[in-house]
């Protein structure tokens, strides 16, 4: 929520990159192998009390192994 505005999100495509090593399982690729894949970027509000959910709810629903993620405080001059 920004204001009286819901659900606001940013998306932008990209290519991610990663090289696994040995010991993991990429849900795309090889271990030991560097890759290169069609991503989007989602960027969301989220309001304070609720940033733990929201990280349990990235990774649960989340298909990599070890998704990456920022979680940056909005201040409101």
């Given at each position: 929520?920004?204001?009286?505005?819901?659900?606001?999100?940013?998306?932008?495509?990209?290519?991610?990159?990663?090289?696994?090593?040995?010991?993991?399982a990429?849900?795309?690729?090889?271990?030991?192998?560097?890759?290169?894949?069609?991503?989007?970027r989602v960027?969301?509000?989220?309001?304070?009390?609720?940033i733990?959910?929201?990280?349990?709810?990235?990774?649960?629903?989340?298909?990599?192994e070890?998704?990456?993620?920022?979680?940056?405080?909005?201040?409101?001059?």
């Amino acid at each position: 929520r920004i204001g009286e505005y819901e659900r606001c999100s940013w998306y932008a495509a990209g290519t991610g990159t990663f090289y696994g090593s040995e010991g993991t399982a990429p849900a795309l690729g090889e271990s030991g192998r560097e890759e290169r894949v069609a991503e989007l970027r989602v960027e969301t509000v989220v309001p304070e009390a609720r940033i733990r959910d929201a990280i349990v709810a990235l990774l649960l629903a989340h298909p990599y192994e070890e998704p990456a993620y920022d979680v940056y405080p909005l201040l409101d001059q």
